[in-house]
Nanobody
Framework: VQLQASGGGLVQAGGSLRLSCKAS????????MGWFRQAPGKEREFVAA????????YYGDSVKGRFTISRDNAKNTVYLQMNSLKPEDTAVYYC?????????????????WGQGTLVTVSS
């Protein structure tokens, strides 16, 4: 599976961004998908995950109520809608795919990773 993340950029605090991650190389609809982020000097952090059907979603505590993960299996794409952004959301955001269909929050459960897209939130 190849994953291409896009949509990052510079935004002011309180603003919104939508990240996209397009998958290719195998049947996307069978994969659980996730978003993670890594800020400079920090460990990779779980952001959100979604099952193959899109019915089950999980969120990290720091983004609950502000971020929404979704997917369009017809377009082989998973999205991360980010609202009410804060400076502490600044990080490189990575999408990841699992061979299995369920959603997971542990990065060790993911088999494929995209290259990352930078999100910078100014105060």
């Amino acid at each position: 599976v190849q994953l291409q993340a896009s949509g990052g950029g510079l935004v002011q605090a309180g603003g919104s961004l939508r990240l996209s991650c397009k998958a290719s190389g195998r049947t996307f609809s069978n994969n659980g998908m996730g978003w993670f982020r890594q800020a400079p000097g920090k460990e990779r952090e779980f952001v959100a995950a979604i099952s193959r059907s899109g019915v089950i979603t999980y969120y990290g505590d720091s983004v609950k109520g502000r971020f929404t993960i979704s997917r369009d299996n017809a377009k082989n794409t998973v999205y991360l809608q980010m609202n009410s952004l804060k400076p502490e959301d600044t990080a490189v955001y990575y999408c990841a795919a699992r061979i299995r269909y369920s959603a997971r929050y542990d990065p060790g459960d993911y088999d494929y990773w995209g290259q990352g897209t930078l999100v910078t939130v100014s105060s």
